[in-house]
């Protein structure tokens, strides 16, 4: 066990400056729904909601859009909302 | 009491009278609950994004309710069985909002 923590910790060291970490930039962006002026989730709202799916009509994950785990799980939940609707497609073209 | 949002479409060729009779079903089951409409808003006719009982286009009606859970269940247990009805969805609410959504028609 020991050994393998020592590995770990190398190989983050290693690698910091690499191809294959994120770059700073983007992990420090911050939510867009979240804070003071972030426009409310709602199902009616179907500009908003189509920023967050794809062509094909596919929730767009949060590691893409950087959207909090809370906020995502409201914007998937309002998405289907506006899907059962026919506001929005199940399925794109 | 519960704040219900209920969204029902209906097939575009209705004629008044039809619409009507539906709202005058409606009202109907809302008076022997207790129950009242507090808002409506109406969304126009709009373009369905995929094609429900073989008809591209709705009519959206969309109504506020104050009334409890049985009142919900009513509602929609006419409007499966009615042929006029292409949809629905009914939402509870903690608030009913003031201002019009986005999808009221503008005209």
């Known amino acids: 066990m020991m050994k393998r923590k020592k590995d770990k910790k190398k190989f983050n060291k290693n690698n910091s400056n690499s191809l294959f970490n994120k770059s700073n930039q983007r992990q420090n962006k911050s939510c867009p729904l979240s804070g003071k002026n972030a426009p409310e989730i709602n199902y009616k709202n179907l500009k908003l909601l189509k920023k967050y799916v794809s062509d094909t009509a596919k929730i767009l994950p949060s590691r893409i859009t950087n959207v909090s785990l809370g906020k995502q799980k409201k914007l998937s939940l309002e998405i289907k909302k506006a899907r059962a609707l026919a506001l929005m497609p199940y399925v794109g073209e | ?107």
């Open chain 2, 1 to 107: 009491m519960n704040y219900y949002e209920h969204t029902y479409i209906t097939a575009p060729e209705l004629n008044n009278q039809d619409l009507d009779n539906i709202r005058k079903k409606i009202n109907e089951i809302l008076e022997k609950n207790e129950s009242k409409i507090v808002r409506e808003e109406d969304w126009g006719v709009r373009t369905l994004a995929y094609q429900i009982k073989k008809s591209s286009k709705g009519k959206y009606n969309n109504i506020y309710i104050q009334g409890n859970n049985k009142v919900i269940k009513e509602i929609e247990n006419f409007e499966r069985y009615d042929e006029r009805v292409l949809k629905f969805l009914s939402i509870r609410i903690k608030k009913i909002p003031e201002e019009n959504s986005e999808l009221v028609k503008s005209t």
